[in-house]
Structure formats: structure tokens, C-alpha cells
């Protein structure tokens, strides 16, 4: 099942666009190489006063100074926030120094905010322009492959609370999204695995045809092969896009987006937030999901090895950490999924579709004893 | 000019009715005598396993009980969260106290808030509900004047920074208002003062008959008559309707709400949250909008000594706080009605009928002085 349409190429050979047509909001996710240094990308933004980049301390030093040049002719100040990087930060207390910023600097309520970094940054640059004097515009300068196929639709920003990750947020899109494939040359090559599990995900969720080109160019788009990862980031912004579409405040069909989640966000929560990234604990808890899938009868036995291989491949981890099965069942319960204490898992029923239901504990106690060690 | 419809009565002669109809939710005032007692009132709510009623140490002791056992047939559990009471605990601290409590007890995104209280819980409480998994219903049951006349509808929502108030919130409708008039039996004699302030507010701005109405039954308002109670809750929520249905995101006319609102939140910001009720400071920030009117020449001059006489027998101040011109000027600033620096102001320029616009900063200065000891 390939539901999900293939978009044209709607700006030249060297620019992938993806138009996301929303009820509230239309804007492109502009992808290629170059982005950041092209004047095109930042043309008919918002106009205002006062641009805030919001950054964090391992990214400014790689893109601010470029960024701050592009927008500089546009906007009378161009400022900056810079954060400490990782999702550790994902707090109040960073959001609260968005804010500090903004009002020290009497920002108005046409300020433009700019995300220039991973999904932490987004996520938290989104919440902080979703509820700034109730709302100001902002555009997603994603520079990891995580933020650039994940992060770029659906408008889910959010911060972490102590007791549950992304729990308070907002619904909130962005003005444009310009995702530069050339600031992924400077991804770690952890993070670049991270990104993959996400890309990895809308196979068997959505496009099975696509599960199988990533398992055959697996390898060029670890190498960062720009026509590879191009190809990758559009297709899962298409899918995505898709998916979002028919539901953007996530009644139904957009939970299966977080196949590999439940899990995924147990292993976090649990493990502190920061120790696993986020797309390793994604990948993780596909494994966790796919082998869950089998154990339901809903896909043959072979599924789980394949899904294994390709996340192994991609430089993940395969195998969750001990937190025990009482706690990872506490920690699924609390999932925003989860609907008065019963855990909905996302799981595959046919490669290229997705399920989002409940399973026995017994059955669930079986998944988490053979994948954590 | 009365350009706001007048609603028919749609329930019953002891129940008004006033239908909110916004591009994202449609939802009833329901105004009378014992609606927090009626059944009818609590019936086709969001289904839901869970109720958490947010409400104060002040209001809880005296509705929290009632409100309970209304709810308990219609939800398997039903919880609350007791915040300390007024202006100054309308910050961040107060609002994770909700977002805790709804974690601890493992509460999901289909859980409905109650806000049982006057503006601050109803304000602190829409705001949990808009970013709580982003996203939960609510439902107002506002027991202060000021709140049944003015948090009812607009869905504005938010909490205060120590740089300004009102500055981080959002845009959320509730699913329904229960204002209940007998609770105003408890208030405060300041109070319904500070409630008056809204409710004058609603003449000048938008209804020059109704302004003539508040001035002959001001006496049977202060000494609380439920009939006249009763028709100016209803005004005031038809007339803040008809401007919020025109313009929900606050791009245009909807500002003219906020007349009396940028020398009134200077007064609340300059003297710290809670030490000026918010109508308090309306109320003499309405005099000094007033006069502002009057020395642009907008208003022939009789019109000061009008508003003011009406403003004090309400039992409102009509002098300021000495600030100090300069931080005056200063705190309006970062107003959000503010546009790069420069102050706008809700001004009127016909009785029923108000401008926003800036005015030069020694008028500004000579109002403060004459207003201000």
C-alpha cells in the first residue's frame, strides 16, 4: 500500500519541495543543498521588527553567524537565544530563557522566531512561538536528519516534564520549513543513526515499496549521499504530510506515527532524559514493536529479523536497557496514547500498514523480556 | 451604535443563554440563579474517565463540595487541585502544581479540567487544558463577576512572567460556562467591584444604551439583584461575542476589549500581581484612556467627569499609583498591543465606538501626571 502521493518537483533540480496544506496553515518544506546560504529561502517570510534565532550551544557555532547574514537584510534586529544542547534541557527552565529574552527586548507580537537546530530546538522554539503573547510566527531551520523528516511536519512542539516526555505542548505549524541536507555534513555520525530510525519508521507504517528502498540504499544514506538523503527526507515528509492530514490533532490515524514510540519513550523517561537519544530509543522500540506485531499474529515470524537487520545496519541499538518489566509497563501507562491506564501499542499488521491497539501484559512482559538485556 | 445583537432567551425564563459560535468550537454560557446545583447544567459533557476540578483556597471551601457531587455520576473519578488564591500565583510555579497532579494520577488527554474560581484559576486553568498533552477540554465555572463577564468568552488563556502580564498563554475555547450567580453572594464587596470595571467597560467601547443602562441600575448591581446581575452578564458576554467572533486572534477590532487595559496592566505590573485587583486598575485605567480621549479631542470633555463619577460609584479608584511618568511609559512598552516600541492605545471616539491608536508621549505624560498621586 502506497497511500501516501508522490508531490512534484515544484522549484528546480537541486530543491525538493513539499507543500503541507493544513486547515489552519500552508507553508513549503524547502529541501536541497545550500538552503541556508540561498537568499531565495528567506524571502517572503513574515515582515517584522525583530527576528529571535533560537539556538543551541554545539549548533551556533556552526550556522548562527551564517543565518544571522541571511535574515539580517529582512529584519531590522536579528537576535539569539542560545541554549544548552540536549534533550536533558528540554524544560521550563530552557523555555523560560526564550521568554527572559523576548520581553528583555520588548519582542512584539509579530517577532519572528527561527529554529536553527535538532528537534529539541524545534520543539521547544515551536511551544515557545505557539504560546508567546498567546502566539508570534516561526520558521524550522532543522539541521539534523531527526528534525529535517520528523520534526517538519505535523506541528507537535512541546517541552519534557519530570514525569513524562513531550507532555506539555501545543499543536502550532510553522511558517516554512528550510531543510539544508549540507548541515547534515556536520552531524555526529550517532545522530545521523537517530535520524535514520525515523526515516526507517514510514516503511513498514505506510510505504512498503520505501522500506525497501531504504534497505537498498541504507548504505549511500549512511554515507550522506546528498541525492539519497534528499530522496529520503521528501518521501517522509510526503508520507508524513499524508498521515497529518487527515488527522492533525491526532484522533486516530496519526498515532501510527509513533510505531517504535511506546516503547521508545519508556527507554527514555526511564533512562533519564539525554542518555538515549531520541531516535535510538525509536528504533529500540520498533524492534520491540515489530516482535510484539509477530507474537500477535499480525505479520509472519520472518518480519522481526528483517526490521532488526535494517535498524542494526542503520547503527542502532537493538537491545533496551534492564529497567525491568513492572517499570516499563508504569512508564507505557502514562503515554499520551494510553486511554484510562490501558497501553495502545502501534503495531504492523501488513508492511505498509499500521494498527494502533492494546495487547495482553503477559504478552507485552515476553516482548520486553527478550529485548532488554 | 449598537452593533451587538441581542440573543434570545433560548433555555428558560430563569436561565439565560448566550452561544458562542467560533470557527473551532461552538459552546453555551449558560447564566441564572443555582446552576451550579441544576443537574441540567453538567449533562452532555465530554465523556471522559477522569474530572480534575482546578480551583483556589478561597473558592474551594465553598464550592468545591457542590461542584464534586455534580460531577461524580458522570465521571469515574473526580479530583481536584487546590492552588493558593490571587494574581500573584498566576505563574508558572501554580501552573506545573496542575500538570504534576494530572501526571501523578496518570491522567489522559481525554481527562476534562474544571475552573472553578474567578479570572486568575480560569485563566491558569484554560491554559493547562490548551497545553496538557496538548490539549484537554475544559470547562469554565467562573465565580466572580469579572470572570463571568469577561474570561466567558474570547478563549484567551495565560499565565504572568515577571516582565509582564498575561505575556505567555494561548487561544483555547472551553467546551461550556456554567456562571452560576448565586456564587456572587460570596464575593467580596471589592471584588464585584473589581468585576463592575468589565462590565462598564462594555458601554463606552461598544454600547452607548447599555452604558446609560449600567448607570440607572448601578445601585441594584452593587447591592447584587440577580435580575440586573443577570441581564448585564449576558451583555456583556453578547457584546464581547459579536468583537471576538470578528476577529478571534485579536488581529484587529478585538483590541478595543482591552480599553482601559494598557495604563491598567502598567498599574498591575509596576505595583506587583496582586496588589491592585485586575479591575481595579481597568476601572482607573479607564479614566485615564478617558481623558486621553478627551485631550486628542476624540471626546467632547464632559465625557472624563462622566465615566469617572460612574467609575467611583462603583466603588473603583480613579487615581493612580505614582510610578513615575517614565516607567510608565516604560510598562506600556511591552504591552501587547505594542508595535515596536510604540504604545497603542483603546481609545474612544463616539459613545459605543473605540479606536486603536498611538498618542504623543507628553499627552501620554500629561495624563499620568493629572491622574496619578
Known sequence: MTAAPHTENRVSPAVQCVRIDLAQQTYD?????????????????????????????????????????????????VESVILPDGEAHKTWDSLNQIFDHLLASACDRKTVLFALGGGVIGD????????????????QVPTTLLAQVDSSVGGKTAIN?????????????????????????????????????????????????????????????????KAALAYAVKRCCEI???????????????????FGHTFGHAIETGMGYGAWLHGEAV????????????????????????????IERAGLPVIGPKLGTDRYLELMRVDKKAESGEIRFVLIEALGRAVVRSAPDALVAEVIGSHCA
Not at 43 to 69: E, H
Open 29 to 77: 518544506i524547502l529541501i536541497g543543498s545550500n538552503q541556508l546560504g540561498d537568499d531565495a529561502s528567506w524571502k517572503n517570510l513574515p515582515r517584522a521588527g525583530t527576528a529571535v534565532i533560537v539556538s543551541n550551544d554545539t549548533v551556533a557555532p556552526l550556522y548562527l553567524a551564517q543565518l544571522t547574514q541571511r535574515l539580517q537584510p529582512h529584519y531590522a534586529r
Open 124 to 139: 521547544m522554539t515551536g511551544f515557545a512561538a505557539a504560546v508567546y503573547m498567546r502566539g508570534v510566527p516561526f520558521v
Open 161 to 225: 516534564h519530570p514525569l513524562g516526555k513531550n507532555m506539555i505542548g501545543a499543536f502550532y505549524q510553522p511558517e516554512r520549513v528550510i531543510a539544508d541536507l549540507d548541515s547534515l555534513d556536520t552531524l555526529p555520525q550517532r545522530e545521523l543513526s537517530a535520524g535514520l530510525a525515523e526515516v526507517i519508521k514510514y516503511g513498514p507504517i505506510a510505504d512498503a515499496d520505501f522500506l525497501q528502498w531504504i534497505e537498498d540504499n541504507l548504505d549511500a544514506l549512511l554515507s550522506r549521499d
Open 240 to 258: 508524513k504530510a499524508w498521515v497529518v492530514g487527515q488527522d492533525e490533532r491526532e484522533q486516530g490515524l496519526r498515532a501510527i506515527l509513533n
Open 283 to 310: 528504533g529500540c522500540g520498533m524492534v520491540m514493536a515489530c516482535d510484539l506485531s509477530v507474537r500477535l499474529g499480525l505479520m509472519p515470524p520472518d518480519f522481526l529479523p528483517r526490521m532488526r537487520r535494517l
